[in-house]
Each structure stands twice: as C-alpha cells, then as structure tokens.
C-alpha cells in the first residue's frame, strides 16, 4: 500500500518538473556545449588553430576523393583516401569523447571501394561520410567558433586601475554629455565633454594593437577624427541639426562598428561559457 503512494508521489513530481519544462520551454534554450578538450586545439593554449586546420584538410581531401571517384583516377584516388582516413581519425584521437560521432565503417567501406577501384562506391560511401560530417556540425560547429575564436575582452584593462567596461560606461557618460549640453544651450560643458571624449577615445585605441598587431586598427581613424572635428565646429557655430548629425555619425563609426564585431560575439560568448549556478536555473 505505501509503495503505491510512493510510486504516485513520484509521478506527481515527475509531471510538475515537466510541467515547469514545458511551461518555459520559449524561456529556456537547451545547448549543447562543446567538450573542454577542445581547448588545447585552439590559441591560446596552442600556438595554432589545430582543430579548425584539420577540418580545412578534411574538406580540401573530400573534394578530392570525389574529384579523382568521377574522373575514375585511381591513383591519385587512393592518396587522397589515405590522407582523409588518417586525419578523419585525428578528429578522436584529438578529442576522445568524439570517437563515437565518427562514421568508422563508412570510412572503412570507403577504402576498401578505393582499394577495389570501385569508383562508383566510392562516391556511394562519399556522400554518407558527409552526412556524418554534417550532423556533427549541426550540434556543435557554431558554438565551438563562439567559444574557442571569439576574441575575449575579460582580461583587457585600460589602467590598471580602470576596467575595460568601466572606461565603456565613462565614454557614454561622455558622448550623452554632449548631447545634453548642447541641447539646452550649455556650450563651453559641451566643448570640454568632446574633448574629454577625444581623449578616451585615444587610450581606448591603445588597446586594439594587444590583439590587431599585423592588421593594424588605427583607433581614431581618419573618418573618426575628421568627424570629430566637425562636430567641433557645429558645437562651437553650428545648428542643432548639425550637431544632431555629427554626433550620430561619431556614434555609429566610433562606437557602433566596433560592438557590431566584438561586443555581440563577446556577449554571446560570456553567456555560454558562464557556469549557471542552481539558482540561477530555479529562477528560470
Ligand atoms: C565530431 C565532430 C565533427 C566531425 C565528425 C566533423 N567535424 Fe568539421 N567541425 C567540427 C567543429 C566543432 C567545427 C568548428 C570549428 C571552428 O569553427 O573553430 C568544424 C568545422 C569544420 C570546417 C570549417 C568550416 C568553416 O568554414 O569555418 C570544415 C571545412 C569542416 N569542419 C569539415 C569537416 C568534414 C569534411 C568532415 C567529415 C569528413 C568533418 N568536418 C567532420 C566538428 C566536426
Ligand atoms: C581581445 C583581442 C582583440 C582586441 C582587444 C580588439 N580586437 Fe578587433 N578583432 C579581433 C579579432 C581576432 C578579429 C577578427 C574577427 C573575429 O575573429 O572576430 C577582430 C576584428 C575586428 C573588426 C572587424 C573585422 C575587420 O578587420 O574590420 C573590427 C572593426 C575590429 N576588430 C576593431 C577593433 C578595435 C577598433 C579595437 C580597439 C578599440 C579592437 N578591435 C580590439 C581581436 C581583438
Ligand atoms: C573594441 C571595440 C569597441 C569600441 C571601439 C567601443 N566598444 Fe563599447 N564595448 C565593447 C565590448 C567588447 C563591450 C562588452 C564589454 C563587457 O561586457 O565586458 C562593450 C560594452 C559597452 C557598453 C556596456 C558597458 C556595460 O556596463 O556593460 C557601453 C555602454 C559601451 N560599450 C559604449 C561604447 C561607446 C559609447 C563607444 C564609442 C565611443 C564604444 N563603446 C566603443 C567594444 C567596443
């Protein structure tokens, strides 16, 4: 008799947690995160991107062994086959937990068609190895570039002293104080507001070369710094329209640009690698 109500009791709990699943399925996405180990495959842990370099190879050798199972080249085939099999077994040897996601026989049987100079089955088992190929992708490809190539701002400081997103917040506190100023006719606030923005601007620029060394990323640039010195002059003679316009124009180079690139993918990022602590699950 107990373990009956036992037994209910526990359906009744089972039915209020996929209640609550179901209830706030539009709240709550589901991810798949990818495995840790792929770290070690990715700068800065390694010196290259070795995982993404293998997946270039492997799709370089795909088209290959397709090319030469059309054109019926069976030796040229039989080299492509060799170099796809053993960097198409590099993708468990790189990450263990993987081995199960590789189609073994299907790249079995492809070597053997190959071996057999069975063009015909060779581009049989060609295209079920891509299959696999892509629903490897579907779960994971997107979200291992967000977390292994998404450049990371979380160590970057200004100053020592000064935070990256501190120095964020102080640039809009600042380009606001523009905008307030000189709407309600304060213009002398207005002028050294732009000039403290003019100077922020410059140390933020200090930071772009920790990461842009090669491709060089003047910050000002040459579009920035001609606007910034219109917009000077429309503080100084011009009308609220013009004012109007250089500030947005400054807005959209000097700032929008920038968070279309890096502050969107960092974001997303933060969030993804973010540990959830339980109570931030029970308040979803
Ligand atoms: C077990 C998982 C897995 C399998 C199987 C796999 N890949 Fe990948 N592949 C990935 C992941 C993860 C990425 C994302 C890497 C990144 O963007 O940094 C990727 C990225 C790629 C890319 C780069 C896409 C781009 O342009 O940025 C190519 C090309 C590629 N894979 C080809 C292949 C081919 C061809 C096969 C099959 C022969 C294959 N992959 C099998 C996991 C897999
Ligand atoms: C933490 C490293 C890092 C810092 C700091 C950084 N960038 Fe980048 N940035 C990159 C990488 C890497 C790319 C290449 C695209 C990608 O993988 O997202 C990039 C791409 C860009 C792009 C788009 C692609 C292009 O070449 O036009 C712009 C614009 C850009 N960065 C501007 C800046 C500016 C301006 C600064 C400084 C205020 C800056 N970045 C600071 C790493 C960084
Ligand atoms: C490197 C390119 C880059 C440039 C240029 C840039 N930002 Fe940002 N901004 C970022 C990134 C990355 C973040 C996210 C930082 C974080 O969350 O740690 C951010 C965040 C912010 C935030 C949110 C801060 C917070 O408290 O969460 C504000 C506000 C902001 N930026 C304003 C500006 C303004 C105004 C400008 C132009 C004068 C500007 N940014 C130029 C990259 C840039």
Redo the contacts with the bound molecule.
């Keep these: 008799m107990r373990w009956r109500y036992f037994i209910i009791l526990q359906a009744i709990i089972l039915l209020v947690v996929s209640g609550l699943v179901y209830k706030h399925q539009d709240k709550v996405k589901l991810v798949k995160k990818?495995p840790t180990e792929?770290a070690q495959w990715?700068k800065p842990e390694n010196k290259r991107?070795v995982?993404?370099h293998n997946?270039?190879k492997?799709?370089r050798e795909?088209q290959a062994v397709a090319f030469y199972a059309e054109t019926k080249n069976a030796e040229y085939l039989q080299k492509w086959v060799v170099q796809?099999d053993k960097h198409?077994f590099k993708?468990a040897e790189m990450?263990p937990n993987?081995q199960k996601?590789?189609a073994v026989s299907t790249m079995a049987d492809l070597s053997n068609a190959s071996d057999k100079k069975d063009f015909s089955s060779v581009l049989v088992q060609h295209k079920v190895?891509?299959e696999?190929?892509d629903s490897?992708?579907d779960d994971?490809?997107a979200l291992?570039?967000l977390t292994?190539?998404t450049p990371d701002f979380s160590k970057i400081q200004i100053t020592p002293q000064l935070s990256f997103v501190n120095h964020m917040d102080t640039l809009t506190r600042q380009i606001n104080q523009i905008k307030i100023s000189a709407q309600d006719g304060n213009k002398s606030l207005a002028l050294t507001s732009l000039a403290e923005l003019n100077h922020g601007m410059n140390t933020l620029g200090e930071t772009c070369v920790d990461c842009h060394k090669k491709d060089r990323k003047p910050y000002p640039n040459e579009a920035m710094k001609k606007t910034l010195s219109s917009l000077n002059e429309s503080l100084e003679s011009g009308t609220a329209k013009q004012q109007g316009r250089d500030l947005g124009t400054l807005a959209v180079l000097a700032c929008a640009r920038c968070h279309g690139t890096h502050r969107i993918a960092y974001g997303a990022k933060q969030k993804l690698v973010k540990e959830e602590s339980f109570s931030d699950l029970i308040k979803h």
Aim: charged share 10%.
């Design positions: 990818p792929l990715y991107q995982w993404l997946m270039f492997l799709r795909m796809l198409y993708i990450v993987w996601k590789l190895l891509q696999s190929c490897c992708h994971y490809q291992t570039a292994y190539r």
